[in-house]
């Protein structure tokens, strides 16, 4: 069994407004140096059998079609060292 | 012979029996639509609800889309049944690429239930068609996840082509862009909007009757169709 | 040490057991021992413990709380008294409503959005298990003073989890109250309200009739939720394996509880089941003996065979476990397929795991083994009972004595206006509209009345109109100047704002929140508030039909305003005639009335 | 400036509603070789000056106090490579 990680954040130019009231949480409570925040989701997904690139090519699906929506996020993949 | 509107209920799903309510209001017949089914059973036309389908786990309409009754649905829309998705439902129309953009949690990061001043800003739509150009409603809205995105070149085309139906005034409850509050497909036949038009359906349970138009639109447009173009 | 099964607590009596970490006195351990004429094992133990816990067992109320049946006035509506899940109430043309408030204070301090939220749920689905549809919430809250650092920590997460829970289950929030006071600051009460409708014939009872009769364990998993306490226990017995630490935070899934809900009803209509419970605090243990002791009095049960979230839970946190979004139901042996059918249709997972006899016994087994023998009876219904010492606490004079007379009052227009606008800034008068937006007040279409108004209105027959108005209502400050008079006054108040709406008054819920039973002066407030609340609701004419004890709410000495928080429901044979707050229309009238 | 990255995850005894339905939801749509699915939040925080240990330090302190509820949830900062 293994463990691929998938993150999904939202694209650059897509306003996050959870990362902006975050940033400005952060300002009241004292945390002046933090110039952004941006809020994404990390998802852990334990994949059967052996990770080869035939299943990893399955974890990129799964996030293209439906961890991520691709009109406003964008996802990375990786396996969890 | 009436029309027939079709409801469809996902798991989670909680302002179906509401909207079912609405079509019969209107005039029409409700046929109950359940998220395995394939078969449209031949409907006129269709209604997303309200609710928080599967959950809303993940994004909200992210996983109804990929449910068995949104492959008929889509199918069927893209060849022009009139569809109109309300609050989750609109949600899952933009997660099912019928309609553009997305809907992200509210800029004050909370859930908001209040009356919301809508002006109608498209009547080419069998959903408005018996609006008027500019009439201003009052509808409940409730959501968590109602501000609308989308890329700016998106936001400018649907400015641009007239995709917008109904903008937020007095006030913009949850952060949307250009203050979009429902928009349409461009056949006209798509129409996606956050506020409830369906809990404005009598002044005994909702803050007005408004909302019945959108479905007395539907069934007029069923029965006196290729009224296209006209603003009524 | 290996399982302790029923055997080996025969063969070895001296085990040292840790019954005072779980919250039993050395008397009541004893008992324990004489009832099973050998010393408990573990899982009897902690089924026990939990269920002979204050909580569970309203050992302290108990004897104050029978007043309420004592002087219970005459009435036909109530159709199901105190004593089940909750009270029904007959509104008329073949409809039922059931009504309940109950409290979730600690785990909302520890966790404020997962306390609140699992408090929703958990009120949601004791008006499910009387076979009733829930249709409305309500919310009675208190906090610390609204500017103190951990008010800002309580109040979003409770009224978020309120707002995250109910919304997606789709009941309406009809109302509710918010107060601050400081003695609430390391103890918010975050009370929750359901209602529920029914048709008369679709009442159904927690009671497991009928030997041979199928029990069935169905809705979420069974993971480690809310079992701290226990895992004292599994320690003990599993330190090869080592569950690791449980957590005593239950989280909540809305989702399941909302499909559960239709799975239910589904089930209700097609008349599948002869008893059901729903499973909360003290989970299967609670259920199994409950339903058993109302009963045939005996049941077997497969502990095995329930489906679990995390394998490694020894069978004393099975027993024990939290886990939300659960229900157990007793289903005829022929209707058992159809049951096991509505479930899969809605995708809610569901497993036999017992079965009901006469043995008048309630035993457990686990890996082939007997871990639990017992009475039922004497874990679920015949738990000790305290008379808990009482006094009029020394101060209760001089507080009474401290009249507003001694207050200054203004004495110019510049006075007034200040005070005027010092009352109007306070957060106990401000506007609450913070919170109850936050709520959703429209879905299901029924909702007739609601915040800011008076009372909650709910229409429950579209022909008709037949509907209910709730109001729930407390003012702590009266009730600690005077207990007695401070619960009439919280009756009154929830009674008027009901009728106020145009409705007629039925009946009664409450639910008492005060500080430790072991304080004399805690005590006597719970026993004057009791003594207020029956004697005004024989005055009135409205029974009591349930209700919630929550003891215990200090911060280190300092208890709570005793806070007894009173709901009423009434009946209105048409809502369309409901009358609304405020004044409606240019030209009306206004008139005073009473003195 | 320098980015941290703050992982926040659903502890593991804690029920974990948004992974499971994923994952069901993964199923249905015939990815079957997944065994389990946790969704967490991945938050990329931007912050002024060098990323010396106070700075770091103080990231840690917002994780702690905000971006993650440590009654049900675990997390980890680490420098964005
Ligand atoms: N926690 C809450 N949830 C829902 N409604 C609430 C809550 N708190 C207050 N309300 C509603 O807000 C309105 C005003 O409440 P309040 O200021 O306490 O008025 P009153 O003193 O007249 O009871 C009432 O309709 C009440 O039901």
Known sequence: ?81 | MTARVGVVTFPGSLDDGDAARAVRAAGAEPVRLWHRDTDLQGVDGVVLPGGFSYGDYLRCGAIARFSPVMESIIAAANKGLPVLGICNGFQVLCESHLLPGALVRNDNQHFVCRDQWLRVENVDTPWTRDLRMGQEILVPVKNGEGGYIADPETLEWLETLDRIVFRYINGNPNGSRNDIAGIRNEAGNVVGLMPHPEHAISTLTGPSVDGLVLFTSLLNSLLTPAMSGSSA | MSLDTVKSAETTPDVTQPYADLGLKPDEYARIREILGRRPTSCELAMYSVMWSEHCSYKSSKVHLRQFGEKAPQTDVLMVGMGENAGVVDIGDGYAVTFKVESHNHPSYVEPYQGAATGIGGIVRDILTMGARPVAVMDPLRFGPLDAEDTRRVLPGVVAGIGGYGNCLGLPNIGGEVVFDPTYLGNPLVNALCVGVMKHDDIKLAKASGPGNQVILFGARTGGDGIGGVSVLASETFDAEGPSKRPSVQVGDPFAEKVLIECCLEIFAADLVVGIQDLGGAGLSCATTELSSAGAGGMHVVLDRVPLRDSTLAPEEILMSESQERMCAIVEPSKVDAFLEICSKWDVEAVVIGEVNDSGRLTVEWRGETVVDVPPRTVAHEGPVYERPYERPADQDALQADTASRLPRPATAAELRATILRLAGSPNLCDKSWITSQYDRYVLGNTVLAMPDDAGVVRVDEESGLGVAVSTDCNGRFARLDPYAGAQLALAEAYRNVAAKGARPLAVTDCLNFGSPEDPGVMWQFAEAVRGLADGCLELEVPVTGGNVSFYNQTGETAILPTPVVGVLGVLPDVRTRVPMGFVNDGDTILLLGD
């Open chain 1, 1 to 81: 069994m293994a463990r691929v990680v998938v993150d999904v954040m939202p694209k650059p130019e897509i306003l996050d407004p959870q990362g902006q009231a975050i940033q400005k949480a952060l300002g009241r409570m004292g945390f002046e140096t933090v110039s952004g925040v941006r809020q994404g989701k990390r998802f852990e997904v334990e994949v059967e059998g052996e990770l080869d690139e035939a299943a990893l090519a399955k974890v990129e699906q799964m996030a293209e079609t439906l961890l991520a929506n691709t009109v406003i996020e964008e996802y990375t993949v990786r396996v969890e060292s």
